[in-house]
């Protein structure tokens, strides 16, 4: 099992571009997340979803969007970028909600100039 | 809603020696409670985890943390550091949703 691949692993955007950032998971995970690492502030939740064509806003939503089409993609979509989210972001699956581990993927830096 | 203190940012340790990363929580229902650990440019790994079942629980690459509900406190240990123990590691607590403390980075000299 691969367990939780993103894509890309960097990038750096101009103010205004858009872009989606790609995650997938290979365990039949029902819930997914994406997270965002800033330094010094640990993991903020940006997103999750608990199955497939379910989504809900977490503690940090503003300016991104997601979809969950399949049980193995939850991708993140920025569509005007801001340098407010340069930042790292981590996607994340686990097979039941919250009492369970979660497996991350290896991170996608972005930066925003 | 819950929330999780982790009391330092930067721990220092010489090899051999004891580790103590301290984590304080809230929360208004029982929670459950996690350590997970990154090296850097990796995603996080999970060390061990609480879910209300013994109070001393034992994580991989020896470590251990002990749920103390008097003292709202989860505290992970290690007797003897290793050079490779070296990463930052984050207390999370889980009722509602999950939240994840700031981190702290441990730091381990020959």
């Known amino acids: 099992n691969a367990g939780v691949t993103q894509t890309p692993k960097f990038r750096i955007l101009k103010i205004g571009q858009s872009m989606t950032l790609q995650c997938a998971q290979d365990?039949?995970?029902?819930?997914m997340y994406w997270y965002r690492q800033d330094p010094g502030m640990g993991l903020k939740l940006i997103y999750y979803?608990?199955?497939?064509?379910?989504?809900d806003k977490g503690e940090v939503p503003n300016g991104y969007n997601v979809s969950r089409s399949t049980t193995e993609d939850f991708p993140l979509r920025l569509e005007l970028a801001a340098p407010s989210q340069t930042s790292v972001y981590f996607c994340?699956?686990?097979?039941?909600?919250?009492?369970?581990?979660?497996?991350f993927g290896p991170g996608t830096r972005l930066t925003v100039l | 809603a819950q929330s999780v203190t982790q009391l330092d940012s930067h721990v220092s340790v010489s090899e051999g020696t004891p580790v103590l990363l301290r984590c304080n929580y809230s929360s208004s229902y029982s929670p459950s409670l996690f350590w997970y650990v990154q090296h850097p440019n990796k995603g996080l790994q999970l060390l061990l985890k609480?879910?209300?079942?013994?109070?001393l629980v034992k994580g991989i690459n020896g470590f251990e943390a002990e749920f103390k509900k008097s003292e709202t406190s989860f505290h992970l240990t290690k007797p003897s550091a290793h050079m490779s123990d070296a990463a930052e590691y984050f207390c999370?607590?889980?009722?509602?949703?999950?939240?994840f403390g700031a981190g702290t980075r441990l730091t381990v000299k020959p």
């Open positions: 994340a699956s686990s097979y039941q909600g919250d009492y369970n581990e979660q497996f």
């Open positions: 609480y879910t209300s079942a013994a109070t």
């Open positions: 999370v607590v889980s009722d509602t949703d999950m939240r």
């Open positions: 365990m039949n995970h029902n819930y």
């Open positions: 979803s608990v199955g497939a064509g379910i989504t």
